[in-house]
């Protein structure tokens, strides 16, 4: 029997029961052989009344037929001799089939031990001889011996079944029931004599054989009585051998002396007459004897077989208690050892499973912790469960000490990293302010584009400091008090984007985030963009979609990458969702880490699901709580009714060939009607990508002053605006100037082939972008000529305005008057004059409220520049897509 892997309350059961089982069974075998001891003796009065007694009769009857039928076999020719044999076999049939119906006696037959069961069926068995032998008799086919053998043969089988009957456990019972059975066997003696002699007597003829068999019989009767009387109590042995001594019985005594002194002769010595009568009372009164000895027997019975019953109880019901004794003690024991081992084992899983998991979730979080309260010093039973415990609590409060020392080193790493990712934003915050400077004070384009390339990688390597500050538990730096739309939230996300211009965004609803959680979102967003970048083909776009929904508001991310396996992304989305401890470890999925840490701590969900696109699409739920109105402005750089439409579409300055299609529009916007396309000469070719610094300032803005864009050769055909106007940035000057910014409802103005656009001043925005400047109006007057650099009349005072080419170097400004020829102005539309007209008047009133607004955010400007301010945050979100695709789908 194998306990291997078995619980410890099994093994304690299987040790305790063993013994209990063991004393169990011996208990009941005790009670068991006492019971059927008392049964047993309590059944010999109804064995002897219902199986004895049909016995018994049916002896007397075959003893009584045995006697007739030996008179009947010495005078077959007597008178009455025949019908006397024939009414004897009635009565020894009656009393036979009493003898049968005992033995068929189910409940009789199962109280019989086995002996008397076989001695019984053996005894019906022989009655069946007995019509073939009344046959032979009748027939007069058997001698008088074989006749007194055969029936004395069924005789004797009875007296066997009668002495096992009687028998008992008791000696004393057992010997007076072998005495009781012993008398009656003696008076068979005295009838097998009774038939031996009358037949005799009746053939008037006693032989030799007859006289030597009356002798024996006399012998065994005397020695039976001799033998059985002994064991008779004294009161019934006395009462026999008074009855023998008795005048009453001399005359069977003196006619047996007689017949067995007699010689062989035809003379009879007894009268048959006399023998008759002495022999037929004698047996008759040995029969009341017998039965008045066998009653007496039965009273002795009973009180013998209701101690025996009372013994059996008493020692049942101490066995009993014994056993159940037993049985509490062992239950006792067994439960006290199981408590106290599951108590263990309790303290133990508790302790690997509850404290020391809440002690590391309590120092991941941060939390101090007391040892003494965590793993307090318990005093114990000095047992071994004690001893035991007591090293459990040692283990334990080693555990904790060695946890607690852990955390406080990854505490101190953690904020090593915090100081050095600080430090390190410090010195690229000091980077992009020196990059706006540069950028501010060249003027040529190569080495513009260089710085804002540099810028770029420059806010990608704030983003990765910022990460670091964030997987080591720390907040942000960049913080933001005021809500920030949501469409400049997921263009700045967009900046920080290596392959920023190959992310698509579409139009999304007017809503904002709240300022806490601005730059937590954008970080997430981009990391989120980053990774749909880097694991799509660098020629497939990354979509940006978003809508409202029932719980906040849905961004999905869509890529076209391979996508990821079933495996991967449901350990992605679990990473997710349950934020893990960071390990040092698994350094290759560093993005996933700080977006569930960002997710956490802001309640937004993120999750991972196969693109339709083949790639994977990044959920993003935003909570109700980080949502709220937009400001009551239109926004930094996004317009209050834009049409719907992609991201406008630059071209390179000075490309040939081509003519512009519509106003620039924000970007992320749907698609909706585009503006004719006018081509000249070979198909649109994919326009360059144009590089966008963290500022918000374009790569492509800066025109050459040799480069001058042809006019449109269609009559009717638009002037294309300008390929990238030039934005501004944010000035150390106390406050923010006003920015105008096109209106997209309205006709975009042009100015004319041969200007390259005006740009704006430096402006302010609310949006995590704010620190890049909106792009100017590109209207003009129609009636300006090409040199013409005035404000217009009624332009407000204040207001700036970029006078064309007042900041090249004389030689290029040389140069470019020398090698650009003056074109002539195409003809205008009066109606299209007095469009752009009304537009520029409109513009002029909007600087003016842009003014007065202005005056109130030149504090909160330069408050928001010190926590890590928006000029550091990327591209304005109010600018243009960075890209479009040859089927200029708004890339």
């Known amino acids: 029997m194998r306990f291997r892997g078995k619980s410890i309350r099994r093994k304690i059961v299987a040790l305790l029961l063993v013994p209990l089982l063991s004393l169990g069974v011996v208990w009941a075998y005790a009670t068991v052989i006492s019971g059927q001891e008392a049964y047993q003796v309590l059944g010999v009065s109804r064995l002897i009344d219902r199986a004895g007694q049909p016995v018994k009769e049916a002896t007397r009857a075959l003893q009584q037929e045995r006697t007739r039928t030996l008179v009947y076999l010495a005078d077959p020719r007597g008178s009455d001799v025949f019908a006397a044999m024939r009414r004897s076999y009635s009565a020894t049939d009656e009393a036979v089939g009493k003898v049968r119906d005992a033995a068929r006696d189910k409940g009789l037959r199962n109280r019989m031990n086995g002996t008397s069961r076989r001695e019984l069926d053996a005894l019906v068995d022989s009655f069946t001889d007995l019509t073939a032998l009344r046959r032979s008799a009748e027939d007069n086919r058997l001698s008088r011996t074989s006749a007194l053998r055969l029936y004395s043969d069924l005789v004797e089988p009875c007296f066997g079944f009668l002495t096992d009957l009687r028998s008992v456990k008791d000696v004393a019972l057992d010997k007076r029931g072998r005495g009781v059975v012993g008398i009656d066997r003696a008076r068979e003696l005295l009838t097998q004599e009774d038939a031996v002699v009358s037949a005799a007597l009746t053939g008037h003829r006693l032989g030799r054989d007859e006289i030597q068999k009356v002798s024996d019989l006399i012998a065994q009767r005397e020695l039976l009585y001799d033998t059985n009387l002994a064991l008779l109590p004294d009161e019934e042995r006395k009462d026999f051998e008074a009855y023998w001594k008795k005048p009453g019985t001399s005359v069977l005594t003196d006619a047996e002396y007689g017949v067995s002194q007699s010689a062989p002769s035809a003379v009879a010595v007894v009268d048959a007459a006399t023998w008759t009568k002495a022999a037929t009372k004698v047996l008759a009164d040995l029969a009341v004897r017998d039965d008045a000895t066998e009653s007496a027997y039965r009273d002795a019975v009973t009180p013998y077989a209701n101690g025996v019953l009372l013994r059996t109880g008493v020692a049942g019901f101490l066995g009993l208690v ?168 997921v263009r700045a996300a967009v900046s920080e984007v290596e392959d920023y211009e190959r992310v698509e965004v579409r139009r999304l609803p007017r809503v904002a985030v709240t300022g806490t959680a601005v730059g937590d979102l954008t970080h997430l967003l981009a990391e989120l963009m980053e990774n749909a970048a880097v694991f799509s083909p660098p020629h497939t776009a990354v979509q940006v979609l978003g809508e409202r929904v029932g719980q906040g508001f849905l961004l999905e991310i869509h890529d076209r990458g391979l996508g990821m396996t079933k495996e991967a992304l449901l350990a992605a989305n679990q990473r997710l969702a349950e934020t893990p401890e960071f390990e040092l470890s698994d350094t290759d999925r560093l993005g996933l880490f700080v977006v569930s840490r960002i997710a956490r701590r802001q309640g937004v969900k993120v999750s991972l699901q196969p693109s339709p696109y083949g790639g994977t699409t990044a959920v993003v739920v935003l909570p109700e709580k980080l949502l709220t109105d937009v400001p009551g402005t239109d926004g930094a750089g996004f317009p209050a009714a834009s049409p719907d439409g992609l991201v406008a579409l630059e071209a390179p300055a000075g490309a040939q060939g081509r003519t512009a299609v519509r106003e620039p529009v924000p ?99 609310s949006g995590p972008g704010a620190g890049s400047a909106p792009r100017a109006s590109t209207e003009r007057d129609d009636a300006a000529g090409p040199g013409t650099h005035a404000a217009p009349a009624g332009a407000p ?18 140069r470019s008057g020398q090698s650009t020829p003056a074109r002539p102005e195409p003809e205008r539309d009066a109606d299209a004059v007095r469009t752009r007209m009304a537009s520029l008047q409109r513009g002029w009133l909007r600087g003016r409220e842009e003014e007065v607004a202005a005056d109130a955010r030149p504090a909160r400007a330069r408050a928001t520049e010190d926590d890590d301010g928006p000029e550091a945050t990327g591209p304005d979100p109010h600018s243009t897509a960075q890209g479009n695709t040859p089927e200029r789908d708004g890339r």
């Open 797 to 814: 005072t204040g207001l700036p305005r970029r006078v064309r080419q007042a900041s090249l170097a004389r030689q290029l400004r040389e």
């Open 322 to 489: 014994a056993l159940l004794l037993s049985l509490y003690l062992s239950v006792r024991i067994g439960r006290s050892l199981v408590r106290d081992l599951s108590a263990l084992r309790r303290r133990a899983n508790e302790t690997a499973g509850v404290r020391l998991p809440e002690v590391m979730r309590r120092l991941a979080a941060g939390e101090e912790i007391d040892i003494e309260t965590v793993a307090p010093r318990l005093a114990h039973e000095r047992d071994e469960m004690g001893q035991v415990a007591q090293a459990l609590e040692t283990l334990q409060r080693a555990a904790v000490e060695a946890a607690v020392r852990q955390a406080d080193m990854r505490k101190g790493v953690s904020e090593v990293f915090v100081n050095l990712a600080r430090r390190s934003q410090v010195l690229l915050h000091k980077q992009l302010t020196l990059l706006d400077t540069m950028e501010r004070r060249t003027e040529d384009t190569d080495e513009l584009a260089d710085l804002f390339r540099l810028d770029h990688l420059t806010t990608r390597m704030r983003r990765h400091a910022e990460g670091l500050v964030i997987l080591s538990g720390a907040a942000p730096a960049r913080q933001w008090r005021r809500p920030v739309p949501l469409m400049d939230v």
């Open 667 to 765: 970007a992320g916007v749907e698609e909706g009607p585009r503006g004719p396309l006018t081509q000249i000469g070979a198909l649109p070719r994919r326009p360059v990508p144009k590089l966008v610094t963290s500022h918000g300032r374009p790569v492509g803005d800066h025109t050459r002053p040799d480069s001058t864009p042809e006019p449109p050769t269609e009559p009717g055909a638009e002037p294309p605006a300008e390929a990238g106007a030039e934005r501004g940035h944010p000035a150390p000057a106390p406050g923010p100037l006003p920015h105008r910014r096109p209106r997209t409802g309205e006709k975009p103005a042009t100015g004319t082939p041969g200007e390259p656009g005006t740009g704006s001043a430096p402006g302010t925005g």
